[in-house]
C-alpha cells in the first residue's frame, strides 16, 4: 500500500476515533457530510474571492492560514464521507484517472483546457 493511501486511512481512523468519542457518528450521514462538505468547500473559496489568481504571491499568511485550515476541513469531511459510503478514496482517485486518461489523451488536449465534449 502507498503512503498516501496509508495517510488517508490513518486520517479515516483518527476521524472515527473523533466522532466515537463525541458519539457525533449518529449524525454523520452521507447526505448531511456531503452538505456539511460543501460549506467547507465555499468557505475555502471565500478566501480566493476577489483576488485576481490566488496566486501564493497574492496571500498573507492570515490568508495562507485559513485556506490551510479550510483545505483540512474539506479533506476530513470528504473523508469522512467516503467512509460513511464505503469508497475507496485511493482505489477510487487511480479509477478516475484512468478514465480522465482515456477522456484526456495527452498529445491531443497538451495546453488545451476544453473540455473532453469539445474535442
Same mark, same amino acid.
Not at 460543501?38 to 485559513?66: C, F, M, N
Not at 464505503?86 to 473540455?115: F, I, T, W
Given at each position: !500500500?502507498?503512503?498516501?493511501?496509508?495517510?488517508?486511512?490513518?486520517?479515516?481512523?483518527?476521524?472515527?476515533?473523533?466522532? =466515537?468519542?463525541?458519539?457525533?457518528?449518529?449524525? $454523520?450521514?452521507?447526505?448531511?457530510?456531503? !452538505?456539511?462538505?460543501?460549506?467547507?468547500?465555499?468557505?475555502?473559496?471565500? $478566501?480566493?474571492?476577489?483576488?485576481? *489568481?490566488?496566486? =501564493?504571491?497574492?496571500?498573507?499568511?492570515?490568508?495562507? *492560514?485559513?485556506?490551510? $485550515?479550510?483545505?483540512? =476541513?474539506?479533506?476530513?469531511?470528504?473523508?469522512?464521507?467516503? =467512509?460513511?459510503?464505503?469508497?475507496?478514496? $485511493?482505489?477510487?482517485?487511480?479509477?478516475?484517472?484512468?478514465?480522465?486518461?482515456?477522456? /484526456?489523451?495527452?498529445?491531443?488536449?497538451?495546453?488545451?483546457?476544453?473540455? /473532453?465534449?469539445?474535442?
Amino acid at each position: !500500500m502507498s503512503a498516501s493511501a496509508d495517510s488517508l486511512l490513518d486520517i479515516r481512523a483518527r476521524l472515527c476515533a473523533f466522532a =466515537d468519542e463525541r458519539d457525533w457518528d449518529q449524525f $454523520h450521514t452521507p447526505k448531511n457530510l456531503a !452538505m456539511a462538505l460543501s460549506v467547507e468547500v465555499a468557505e475555502l473559496a471565500e $478566501h480566493y474571492q476577489w483576488l485576481p *489568481t490566488g496566486a =501564493d504571491s497574492e496571500l498573507d499568511d492570515a490568508k495562507r *492560514t485559513g485556506i490551510r $485550515h479550510e483545505l483540512a =476541513d474539506v479533506l476530513m469531511y470528504l473523508v469522512r464521507l467516503a =467512509d460513511k459510503s464505503g469508497v475507496d478514496l $485511493h482505489a477510487a482517485v487511480l479509477e478516475k484517472m484512468e478514465l480522465n486518461a482515456q477522456k /484526456y489523451p495527452a498529445r491531443q488536449v497538451r495546453g488545451d483546457a476544453r473540455k /473532453y465534449s469539445e474535442y
